[in-house]
């Protein structure tokens, strides 16, 4: 219905202004978010970007570059990747060259280029994206941001993931200082590994449950796991004690220190039948 309402308003538009006038420019974007089909997708705004060309603005080009870019990889990846990936180079390069680094337009940059390095096992790639994010923030603007606490969140997980723990602790306590403390509530784990499901049980189409309590230390680390309660056998509690010895945490603050915190976390193994 929104696909055929903006078809009906660039109709209208074209036909008052042309086909190429930087008035339809609106109404092709919202035919390119509206649509189901990647080819028609591209095609809108493959005509946003050729008309955003004739306005002698490179920066408008860049933007709507990103945002073609950005939509294409959000809706059609599978289809478009690779038309996403170069417009999203083509923006990047601008926005690198000729804005500022605390600006929103390189912010947005670096966490989209981040995904499709994320994406491609490009994990150092990623993580220099992610680490700018973070300077941007540490180093121009003196508050905190959602785009800080994700960049952080995205940091933990990619550093678990290639083996660097150590270099996840300081990203771990950023988030801890940045997310206010309540005392009602358990802790939610930033970079988690689910547990294998015993082969045994599988074979048997067995399910299990694992309640298990432990501390988070003061890097975020889990410490001292215990079974606090199952259901299914041991092997379930093995396997969940293992996972759970990987897993990170952002620690719990107490004026303005790190503290040992207990916790508990209930897993969960089921098997599709």
Not at 149 to 176: D, R
Not at 242 to 253: D, E, H, V
Request: net charge neutral; proline share 3%.
């Amino acid at each position: 219905m929104r696909y055929e309402l903006y078809s009906q308003a660039y109709s209208i538009l074209a036909s008052n202004h042309g086909e190429n006038a930087i008035e339809t420019i609106d109404a092709l974007i919202g035919k390119a978010e509206n649509t189901d089909s990647a080819y028609q997708a591209d095609n809108d705004y493959d005509r946003v970007i050729k008309i955003a060309k004739t306005q002698n603005n490179p920066k408008f080009v860049a933007d709507m570059q990103f945002e073609a870019a950005s939509l294409l990889a959000k809706k059609f990846a599978h289809k478009k990747y690779h038309k996403a990936k170069t417009l999203l180079n083509q923006a990047d390069d601008y926005y690198r060259n000729n804005l500022d680094d605390n600006t929103v337009e390189r912010i947005k940059a670096d966490f989209l280029m981040a995904s499709f390095a994320q994406g491609k096992k490009k994990y150092n790639e990623a993580i220099e994206r992610l680490n700018h994010v973070v300077s941007v923030f540490d180093n121009n603007l003196s508050f905190d941001h959602n785009a800080e606490l994700t960049a952080h969140s995205k940091l933990v997980n990619l550093y678990e993931k290639t083996g660097q723990s150590e270099q996840a602790t300081k990203h771990c306590l950023a988030i801890a200082k940045m997310v206010p403390w309540k005392e009602t509530q358990e802790q939610t784990p930033i970079y988690r590994e689910n547990p294998e499901y015993p082969q045994n049980k599988a074979r048997q189409m067995r399910d299990g449950i694992v309640v298990v309590e432990f501390d988070v230390d003061t890097a975020g680390f889990v410490k001292n796991p215990e079974v606090v309660s199952s259901q299914g056998g041991k092997e379930f509690e093995r396997s969940a004690l293992s996972a759970l010895k990987k897993w990170r945490y952002a620690p719990k603050f107490e004026n303005g220190q790190p503290v040992v915190a207990s916790t508990q976390v209930q897993l969960d193994f089921k098997i599709a039948r």
